[in-house]
């Protein structure tokens, strides 16, 4: 039973993700049912908020910009064998990377200097973050689990007492910097459209979606046509097979956290310079957690973090607008649903494949009797 | 330094410490099994939300108590079905049972008792009374440390003296008895526990099972005791700080109590230190609270980096057990 059965490619990669997405949507219908609301009827709120108007797809999209950073850090990491775990705290540290570049260069430099450089900054903090962990790992064993967990909260820490002592807005009363110069800001993608003809409403979206479309292209380039890709995932498949072949397991452990972290660091770029404009305590709000879902989900490939990130987008903003619509629904729903889907299609991701492969051989028995005599014979 | 403050500091060092001991405690049974608990701080809420919910509709204390014991089992099955029996991946499962517990608890709460999340005020009949208050004004009268003790030492509820108990307890359990040494042979060496004819999935779901209680005894402590009523996220971390005490203690119990009291006096020490200056020799301005706050996490850091001792994790740790076919 507990080996994993053995099905078809389709039915694996295909079919028995999305039997556990259902089984992780049916559970979370069951709880709607519980808070005394309609399933169904949530549901059409939710495609609808999320997908019914030209302001539901971009809050849709600019949601799962963030998601995509933080899902592409942790599946580079994986396919290196290591859980980073620790995309929020160097989400912060990114975020705070791209503040300080914008607030102390932002009204020397023209945008088209700056942003660059923020994105640049942003990407070498995240990796900062990082690399601790990830030499402890490396060089001492310590275990990149847990010293990234202890890394957020000391990114936290960090940048609570930055924040209070240094780089608060002396004129203001809660815990923020001041508000970036103007070259400073990410283009919304309303300006953007708007200088192209475009009439689009006001949102979030920015810019960043493409900086994301690009880094996944990267990291699949990066992953399958690079030699340092394949260094890291033949480390991550078996790093006993790496080693003699000549590929220092050491040295990828500390590329592959490296190049997680700068990914996890650019969620500052969508959220500080594209939406906030300032830089403030607690603004990843669990976006690294969630990238621990759209990695699963999205089975560490690039392209399947995308569709994950989407559908965590939707998620995200139609959860809003029902939160808006139903009096008594709660945003939380859909950290619930988020939790419910790592449960399902992580932990538990094998559970179903036993019955699958059962009701397979039972749908097919001509392949099974196909399949015996060559079994017997070989 | 007064008697008076040196007893409040004590006080306060235990009652911060009491739920990270409990849960310190659940993560050293499963650890030593094998079993990884990422999960600490998300059975820790559900519990604690299970105390309040219970303690609020039923008014009884011993019906709250139930709930969060139940609820903490139910979890921890949970937690055996997937990375036991279906030998899931039992960091996942960790991060999926706080991501649920963060925002079913919220959920529920606000369903059932629409207050943004929180449950009602518990009436003082549902809530665990001071013990040893009696002797703690007999001594509070004695010079040369009376008030020391009778501030700090006496006057706690019972889940305060259940969990320094509990420690020799697991302490006895783990090193001196026979399943104890089953357990831990589990955790280094499961396939030779296997071959000495036991159950390895017995084991380690039995060692879950404590867990989950433990952890039951955890979050009702945070209602019962601590606050009066279930706050959302109320746990704030502790779950993960007791996993550092756990790893700071190198997975024995009473080295995480040690590190449970640590951590403890940092926390209580930080929330005193509070808008208080620094001494001029150091340059004066705030004491920079934030630091107080991460070192527990940063010396567990720099144990596990190995630079002040070794802390060894279990052989198995994580590693779900296939029996050979």
């Not at chain 1, 592409?72 to 990377?97: D, R, S």
């Not at chain 1, 729903?333 to 699958?356: E, N, R």
Request: aromatic share 8%; charged share 10%; hydrophobic share 55%.
């Amino acid at each position: 039973m507990s080996r994993p059965a053995e099905l078809p490619r389709w039915i694996d990669l295909g079919l028995l993700p999305l039997v556990n997405l259902a089984m992780a949507l049916g559970v979370c219908g069951v709880v709607v049912a519980v808070v005394g609301l309609d399933p169904l009827q949530v549901l059409a709120l939710l495609l609808k908020g999320a997908f019914g108007s030209r302001a539901g797809l971009s809050y849709t999209l600019y949601y799962a910009t963030t998601f995509v950073f933080t899902g592409l850090a942790v599946a580079v990491a994986f396919h290196g064998g290591l859980f980073n775990i620790g995309g929020e705290g160097q989400a912060m540290i990114g975020g705070l990377g791209c503040s300080l570049v914008a607030l102390a260069l932002g009204n020397q430099l023209p945008a088209l200097v700056l942003l660059p450089l923020m994105v640049a900054a942003a990407m070498v903090f995240g990796a900062a973050w990082a690399a601790v962990p990830a030499a402890l790992q490396a060089w001492r064993g310590s275990h990149v689990v847990i010293t990234t967990i202890m890394f957020n909260f000391i990114a936290s820490a960090l940048l609570a007492y930055l924040l209070v002592n240094l780089l608060k807005d002396p004129g203001s009363m809660s815990i923020e910097t001041g508000p970036f110069p103007q070259a400073a800001q990410m283009p919304g993608m309303h300006l953007v459209l708007a200088a192209l003809g475009l009439d689009w409403p006001r949102t979030p979206l920015n810019l960043s979606v493409l900086l994301a479309a690009g880094a996944a292209l990267a990291v699949t380039l990066f992953l399958w046509r690079t030699q340092a890709g394949y260094a890291l995932r033949t480390v991550g498949f078996s790093p006993a097979a790496a080693h003699y072949a000549g590929i220092p397991p050491r040295r990828q452990v500390v590329v592959g956290m490296l190049i997680s972290g700068a990914l996890a660091g650019l969620v500052g770029i969508n959220e500080l310079a594209g939406v906030q404009h300032r830089l403030l305590l607690d603004y990843v709000m669990g976006a690294g957690f969630t990238g621990i879902a759209v990695s699963l989900i999205g089975r560490n490939h690039p392209l399947g973090i995308v569709l994950a990130s989407l559908l965590f987008g939707a998620i995200y903003q139609g959860g809003a607008e029902l939160a808006f619509e139903i009096p008594g629904f709660s945003r939380d729903m859909v950290t619930t649903l988020q939790g419910l889907i790592v449960l399902f299609s992580g932990a538990m991701a094998q559970v179903a494949a036993p019955g699958l492969a059962r009701l397979y051989g039972w749908l097919r028995p001509a392949a099974r009797l196909q399949a015996a005599p060559g079994a017997a014979s070989g | 330094m007064d008697e008076a403050l040196i007893g409040g500091l004590l006080a306060s060092t235990l009652r911060v410490s009491t739920p990270l001991i409990l849960c310190a405690l659940a993560a050293v049974l499963s650890e030593r099994s094998g079993v990884i608990d990422l999960g600490l701080e998300g059975k820790m809420l559900l519990t604690a939300f299970a105390a309040g919910a219970v303690g609020a509709v039923t008014g009884s204390l011993p019906l709250a108590l139930m709930a969060a014991l139940v609820v903490g089992l139910a979890l921890s099955m949970l937690h055996g079905y997937a990375c036991v029996s279906h030998t899931g991946d039992q960091v996942v499962l960790g991060m999926a049972l706080t991501m649920i517990a963060a925002g079913l608890t919220i959920v529920l709460g606000i369903a059932w008792f629409k207050q943004g999340g929180q449950t009602p005020p518990l009436p003082d009949a549902v809530r665990l009374t001071p013990l040893l208050t009696g002797l703690a004004a007999w001594l509070q009268g004695l010079p040369m440390g009376g008030r020391v003790i009778a501030g700090g030492l006496l006057g706690h509820n019972g889940l305060v003296y259940l969990a320094l108990a509990l420690v020799p307890l697991v302490w006895w359990v783990l090193y001196r008895t026979r399943v104890g040494l089953r357990l831990r042979a589990t955790g280094e060496n499961p396939a030779m526990v296997d071959a000495a004819g036991l159950s390895v999935k017995g084991l380690r779901y039995g060692a879950l099972a404590a867990n989950g209680l433990l952890c039951g005894l955890a979050g009702s402590y945070l209602v019962l005791a601590q606050n009066a009523n279930f706050v959302p996220n109320m746990t704030a971390g502790r779950g993960y700080m007791a996993l550092a005490a756990m790893i700071f203690g190198k997975w024995h119990p009473v080295g995480a109590l040690w590190a449970c009291l640590l951590f403890g006096f940092l926390d209580a020490a930080a929330i005193r230190l509070q808008g208080v200056s620094l001494p001029q020799a150091l340059g004066g301005g705030a004491v920079p609270v934030q630091a107080i706050q991460a070192l527990p996490y940063v010396l567990t850091v720099v144990l596990l980096a190995g630079f002040i001792g070794r802390s060894r994790a279990p052989a198995a740790l994580g590693v779900p057990y296939v029996k050979a076919r």
